[in-house]
């Protein structure tokens, strides 16, 4: 058995360490997950160029990502070295987003001050897509792509150097890791992404496997989505958009680069869900199923919709696939009756052709504007997506989109049925915009 400590910073769900850690349990290894600070969105005054994370502009307020305004101090990496120094992992495993590069110096620093033995394994989007960012800032392994097969190799590997007191050069041809060893990277190919979903379990919970810090305060033992209104989970994995701003695209563009099996769309056996869902804890009312589109199946959801009624009933979330809604409106009026409350329609810019030329969308902004309607009149809360600030923008394209606001239904007496949320643009590193539309990057995050 070896010991793996997940650290998360400015998250909201943790989803992808929560499954990691389930994974790990189940192979035999001990888990604890540190959660520095919390992911919810600030006011500010003034629109800021450098934030960290997005800003958006909705029902008249400026919000950027606590990141922005509440950086990690002193006293916060005093209490994480506090909690390592006392859970003594064998493995520190960092889990970041590209928006959490700038924590490479803050974190690395304390984790070898506080448990200088553990292997510093890093993993998500942003060391996916960068390895040599982190391995240069002093991890000593990069995971790309989905974690939990390679953390298992490397847990075991770990675990047999304790046993053995020996070194384990095995885990230097871990499939998926990037090591910086003698002299030069080592970039181990992807091995082939696990269809069967089930296999890695439902994300972990629980106040004994967790601590959170925030503001300077410590909680140990302490999950807050526990506590908390909203509980996380999935129907399943992948997405068949290729959005030029979203590095969604790149996780697939690894596994094919290296000729190994990539899914579009993975999901869940309804029943596990509902079963995972049974057991969750008695205090969010609402779920949110964090799926960058509902995929399932007419037969699977309107399967799930009966089961979510009898069993679950609470209100959810989830994004929907609008025009196959649109197609088969019964499939969504089973939804609506299950529980959903909230859905997001992703327009981004009034005019198709700009969507199509920038951001690879092909979407009919008729059928968008119908979905929303339908949304609109089955009172779901439905947010409305834009991008704004891409300077490639004209007076025409913006005109457009002003002309699309003003054919969205509203309602004075429930003004924020359908609110307009405007979201800088802010591509992230190597994403298509960036060689599409170079100028578009202000910044580089
Ligand atoms: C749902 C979602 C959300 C949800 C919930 C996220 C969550 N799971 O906690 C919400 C809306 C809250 C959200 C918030 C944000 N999101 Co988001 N989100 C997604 C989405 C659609 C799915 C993510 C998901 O849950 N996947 C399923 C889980 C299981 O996968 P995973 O978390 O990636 O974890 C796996 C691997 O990454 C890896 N792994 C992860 N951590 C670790 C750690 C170790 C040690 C190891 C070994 C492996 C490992 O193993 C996991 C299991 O296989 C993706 C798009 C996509 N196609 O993935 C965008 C996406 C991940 N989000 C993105 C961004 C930028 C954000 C925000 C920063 C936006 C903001 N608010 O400013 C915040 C992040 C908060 C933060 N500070 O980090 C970007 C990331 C881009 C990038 N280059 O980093 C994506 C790719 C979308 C995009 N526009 O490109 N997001
Ligand atoms: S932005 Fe959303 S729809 Fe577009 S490719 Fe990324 S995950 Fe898919």
Known sequence: MAKICFINAYETSYLGTRI???????????????????GEYISIEEPLEGHEGYQSYSRGVLMVNRATQYKIGQDDTDLLARILQAEAPDVIGFSARS??????????PVCKAAVPSALLVAGG??????????????????????????????MDCVEEEKRTRRPNEQKYSVCNTVWFYRGGYIKNTMSPQEKNLSKYG?????????????????????????????YFTYFGRGCIGHCTYCSGGQWSSLYKDDGAKVYKRRNRDVNEVVEELKKMPEKPQHIWFVDE???????????????????????????INYDYMLEHEDVFYSLVDAGLVGTGV??????????????????????????????????????????????????????DTVDLIRKLPFSIEDPWRMPLENIRLRPHPKTPITFLSPKVVTRAI
């Open 202 to 230: 439902e994300p972990l919970h629980g106040h004994r496997h967790f601590s959170f810090i925030k503001n300077g305060v410590m909680y140990r033992y302490y999950d807050p989505e526990v506590n908390g209104g909203i």
């Open 20 to 38: 990691l850690a389930s994974y790990m349990l189940a192979k035999g290894h001990e888990v604890h997950g540190i959660l520095l600070e919390s």
């Open 346 to 399: 992703g327009f981004q810019t009034g005019s198709e052709k700009f969507a199509r030329e920038q951001y690879h969308r092909q979407l009919k902004n008729s059928h968008l504007l119908e979905f929303a309607k339908l949304c609109f009149e089955t009172n779901l809360f439905t947010g409305i997506h834009l991008i704004g600030g891409n300077c490639y923008e004209t007076e025409e394209v913006f005109q």
């Open 293 to 319: 589109y509902f995929g399932l199946s007419r037969e699977k959801t309107l399967e799930f919709c009966k089961l979510y009624k009898k069993h679950i009933g609470k209100t959810f979330f989830c994004y």
């Open 99 to 108: 928006t959490n590069n700038w924590l490479i110096p803050v974190l690395v």
């Open 125 to 154: 989007f942003g060391p996916t897509l960068e390895p040599e960012l982190y391995l240069d800032g002093g991890f000593h392994c990069v995971i790309r792509g989905d974690g939990e097969e390679a953390l298992a190799g490397l």
